[in-house]
């Protein structure tokens, strides 16, 4: 916990230049300052402040006029204490450029890091500052807003303000994720995104595992006479030698399932990326998405999309397939270690081949592949994580408030049901064990046990909704409460527990 100490002692009653002032923030040592987010610019000082759990941005200075908040005279300068609001941020964004999204670009290293409260961004940055590996610190799909009864323009801002206080300004993206509708894609691009992340799922003929060969062949002579000849003249009995020396080869029946699966696929994204990508005039990292469906991603598949793809003009900066195996939230990988890692190096090879990375989705906790994923991708890889972030606040919140964490289990298992709805999981709520006969230090051990974590995973978006019959929340101004007093240990959680992702997936430290 942070000493509470009025942060106005610092200043010394005679100092008269703002670099005098800046020293006197910058050795204090006082809990309720960023250190980190002491800046100077045009002889004005800026730095945040935590009061009574809410932060706040002080400005010393002649730009002090340029923001909204209460004026105070500090030292021979005028000054403003000011609320987080958007007004505010805008101006912080024109003076620190670097508080704004970015893209990345289709090489190297970057990891998605969904932030479901808005609180996680500062432990993040904390432990990518001294890694090769690009943060997207925004990442919320749809879905994920409307469980948390959040909205675009404050996840963006949780993750700029966080950026600002720590005083990260070697750049950090924003992803639309999962974008199905193009209203959402222009939504995110208008609000600054440098990320799409298109879900294609809804164009993929996802029942042809299920058909035989001859319905299969129905399928396929019924498409366009036109689509079928040029297609089959390009890639029916055609082998590809990648860069690598990889063949890829294509017979009859793969060719004909293929063309079935994923030619909607082609026209959505092309449609989106000419609509909305291309116009919105600035760098945008556009990942096509294949992954949530039931059909996994063959080698050939990936291929033909991205081929496909890129002679349709679109430019993409990842593709997302579809592992064998599953990626569960929340849990370690469940398959065939031997076929995923066969098929992962062809997949990392086609990625490389066309000049952009492999997204690997549901990354969260998916320890036994990113040994794989850091060795063939040579560390030109995306991977996403989401929900584990939540569960590390979990765990915070089961270290330091035992009582408020039985109650969300509790919640949880009644209500594992409705929330199953939203997500895959296998898990068994029997082999839980019963929270109400464990020690309160035996809390925090129920997110080492996939059990729980997927039963805690799935329903993030019941326990923070939830509401008495008084209309008052009943979990989520507590939990709120509880992961701001204790910030730091919820940052050191996802230093340590995203660190093991980043160490394991071989990503250099500089
Ligand atoms: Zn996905």
Redesign the pocket.
């Known amino acids: 916990m942070r000493n509470s100490m009025n942060w106005r002692v610092v200043f010394p009653n005679n100092s008269n230049s703002i670099d005098e002032l800046q020293a006197a923030i910058t050795a204090a040592e006082i809990g309720s300052i960023y250190p980190k987010s002491v800046q100077v610019v045009d002889n004005s000082l800026f730095f945040m402040v935590n009061e009574d759990l809410e932060r706040k941005l002080v400005v010393v200075g002649a730009l002090a006029e340029k923001f909204t908040g209460e004026e105070e005279q500090i030292a021979d300068y005028q000054a403003k204490v000011c609320s987080l609001t958007p007004e505010n941020l805008s101006a912080i964004q024109e003076i620190f450029p670097w508080t704004k999204p970015q893209a990345f670009g289709p090489n190297g290293a970057s990891i998605g890091l969904g932030d479901r409260l808005g609180l996680a961004s500062p432990g993040h940055i904390a432990t990518v500052r001294n890694r090769a590996v690009k943060p997207i610190l925004a990442q919320q799909s749809i879905r994920e807003l409307d469980l948390t009864g959040r909205d675009y323009p404050q996840v963006l801002a949780a993750a700029a303000w966080a950026v600002f206080e720590q005083g990260f300004t070697t750049g950090y993206g924003a992803d639309g994720d ?1 974008l199905k509708k193009p209203n959402d894609v222009q939504m995110a691009i208008d609000l600054g995104f440098s990320m799409i ?1 298109l ?1 294609c799922s809804e164009h993929i003929d996802d029942t042809v595992g299920s058909l035989t060969d001859d319905q299969v062949v129905e399928k396929y002579q019924a498409l366009p006479d036109k689509l079928r000849s040029r297609l089959e003249t390009e890639y029916l009995n055609q082998s590809f030698t990648l860069a690598s020396g990889t063949v890829i080869k294509f017979t009859a029946d793969d060719f004909r399932r293929m063309v079935v699966i994923y030619h909607k696929v082609l026209d959505f994204a092309e449609q989106i990326y000419n609509d909305i990508i291309q116009p919105a005039g600035r760098d945008v990292d556009f990942e096509v ?1 294949i ?2 469906v039931a059909t996994p991603t063959t080698p050939q598949d990936h291929f033909f999309v991205a081929n496909e793809l890129i002679k349709r003009g679109v430019k993409v900066n990842s593709v ?1 397939p579809r592992f064998c195996g599953e990626f569960q939230k929340g849990i370690d990988y469940i398959g065939d270690i031997n076929q995923f890692e066969a098929e992962f190096k062809v997949h990392a090879e086609i990625a490389d081949h066309f000049g952009y990375k492999v997204s690997v ?2 990354g969260s906790d998916k320890f036994a592949v990113f040994g794989i994923v850091g060795k063939y991708t040579k560390g030109r890889y995306h991977v ?1 994580t989401a929900g584990t972030n939540w569960l590390e606040a979990v765990r915070v919140i089961a270290e330091v408030a035992p009582d408020l964490y039985r109650k969300m289990h509790l919640f949880a298992l009644n209500n594992l049901n409705e929330a199953k709805k939203y997500y895959h999981v296998t898990f068994d709520p029997n082999a839980i064990p019963d929270v109400t006969k464990l020690a309160d230090d035996q809390l925090p051990n129920l997110m080492n046990q996939n059990d729980a974590r997927q039963a805690l995973h799935i329903t993030y978006g019941l326990i923070l909704q939830a509401k008495a019959e008084t209309g008052n929340y009943l979990f989520r101004d507590e939990i709120y409460k509880i992961l701001l007093t204790h910030r730091d240990l919820y940052s050191s959680r996802l230093q340590q527990h995203i660190g093991k992702h980043l160490d394991l997936l071989n990503t250099k430290k500089q």
Do not use: P, Y
Request: aromatic share 0%.
């Open positions: 999962h992340t879900d998405s992954d949530e997302a989705h549901s996403k």
